[in-house]
């Protein structure tokens, strides 16, 4: 076998249409399209122009090493990174560990301008595979903002907004389309790779009601530094992360969950009361003859009736609003109301129709505040709210069952809003609030919450949104 035409010195294995002969493997990869002019067509520099594109597996290998590389040889460096990003607090709560861990290599900045990740690329960059070596690249790059999911497509990925420069990315993901929903904010890291992006590890779940603050820190940060061009550019800016985190972590340390309460003022609790029905056509005769209760649905399992308010109130569409809902099943009756208030009152009601034809067994109470207050504690990443009342137990009454009374209680809700006053839009309806651009993108905002909120129920009500977008003139 002939030795290298190039070094003379290897043997040559490689047929080189440039060189007219054979060339090493080491002459080959070193010196391919810098000394050595490649024809297009060379078949070995298609293969590697293959293993130059930064893939999935690459990118984990590649961030493997990184990581040994900063538990090692730069401790020190990651050590300074962690104090930087905690603070005070050593000790990483639950959300900060992701964000903390890639804020050690992407985010801080030494004295001589590099991050971890530059000074592993410097350092060791030469001992990389090619694919490797163009995933730390793309790590390199990544795109840091405060993005908003559009769409999530399960399995495949996330449809994301950055909300700083309104520029939209689909990320790559199984197993975070399980586990977020549209119109969630996301804070961190998207990795650029070959043929498609990536969210890193680091990225932040963002409460929507923390959302308008991060983000404006995040937008004061980048005019004080560039101006507004910079809003057009891919996250570059460094000196937003950490203020963005520190927004974020602040949000979460002065949080202070809602009190929820119905029309009336009362308490969000979700109530039930249960009777054994003695003589059906005396209940049915008993509802029928009052003019709050009108009857809603029957079929061969149940009948259905719902109680409303006697009088019109002023900010609800000059409509009565729903106080519960009166199901007969199977020789039982139950009522159901979102206040414990509203139940007696509805108790007392039906005591008057149905006198004997219906006997009380029997109450049962779920806390809505309670309720909401873990599911928005365990979105923020807190520890389960911890209420100054006692807590209810549980009422026994089937999931389903919940969800559905849930779902017409949110669906009944959203028609009501579009003409409820809201302190939020200056004391203005939403149906009034639309007429301005202003008005317009807050609607739009309070809408993505509502959804947003709604997806995100422990009990997955399901409310359709479409009529109230129509009835408002805004497009989703």
């Given amino acids: 076998m002939s030795k290298c035409v190039y070094c003379h010195e290897k043997k040559g294995k490689r047929n080189c249409p440039a060189l007219e002969g054979t060339i090493c493997s080491l002459c080959c990869g070193t010196h391919r399209k810098k000394t050595i002019q490649c024809p297009e067509g060379c078949p070995f520099l298609a293969q590697a122009a293959k293993e130059e594109i930064a893939t999935h597996d690459s990118l984990t290998r590649v961030t493997d090493k990184l990581d040994r ?70 790590l390199q790059n990544a795109w840091f903002s405060l993005f908003e999911v559009q769409e999530v497509k399960r399995d495949e990925g996330l449809d994301l907004r950055s909300l700083i420069s309104n520029e939209a990315v689909f990320v790559r993901e199984r197993l975070a389309t399980h586990q977020i929903v549209k119109h969630d904010i996301l804070l961190g890291w998207v990795v650029l790779l070959g043929d498609h992006s990536e969210i890193t590890g680091g990225c932040a779940l963002v409460p929507r009601v923390h959302g308008e603050q991060v983000l404006d820190i995040m937008h004061d940060v980048l005019m004080q530094d560039e101006g507004p061009r910079q809003l057009l550019t891919l996250g570059k800016n460094q000196k937003m992360i950490l203020p963005a985190f520190q927004a974020l972590r602040a949000a ?46 029957e079929n061969e399992e149940e009948t259905v009736y719902g109680w409303r308010d006697a009088e019109a109130r ?31 009152r509805g108790k007392v009601l039906l005591a008057e129709l149905l006198g004997g034809a219906a006997k009380h067994i029997g109450d049962g109470f779920k806390d809505g505040n309670k309720m909401a207050a873990d599911h928005m504690a365990e979105n923020a990443g807190l520890e389960e709210f911890e209420d100054d009342d006692d807590p209810m137990d549980d009422d026994g009454i089937p999931p389903e069952e919940k969800s559905e009374f849930i779902s017409e209680f949110f669906q009944d809700h959203l028609k009501r809003w579009v003409d409820m006053k809201i302190p939020d839009l200056g004391g203005r309806t939403p149906r009034e609030a639309v007429k301005t651009n202003d008005g317009r993108l807050r609607v739009l905002e309070m809408l993505k919450d509502q959804e947003n909120d709604v997806l995100r129920h422990p009990y997955s009500p399901q409310v359709d949104f479409t009529e109230v977008y129509l009835t408002l003139g805004l497009k989703r």
């Fill in 252 to 297: 979460y340390r002065n949080v202070r969950l809602p009190r929820f309460t119905n029309t009336d003022g009362h308490k969000l609790v979700f109530s039930t009361a249960g009777y054994d029905v003695l003589d059906e056509a005396a209940v049915h005769e008993g509802l029928d003859s009052h003019p709050s209760v009108r009857q809603q649905e």
């Fill in 69 to 138: 590389f900063m538990l090692t040889t730069k401790a020190v460096q990651t050590e300074m990174a962690k104090v930087a990003f905690l603070g005070d607090a050593r000790d990483p709560e639950e959300w900060e560990a992701g964000p903390c861990h890639d804020y050690c290599f992407l985010g801080r900045v030494d004295e001589n301008g590099e991050r971890l990740v530059d000074i592993f690329l410097r350092e060791r960059g030469a001992e990389l595979r090619p694919d490797e070596l163009a995933a730390l690249k793309a």
């Fill in 314 to 344: 002023e900010g609800f569409g000059g409509q009565p609003i729903s106080l519960g809902t009166i199901t007969i099943k199977k020789g039982h009756l139950f009522l159901e109301t979102n206040s414990r208030e509203r139940l007696e």
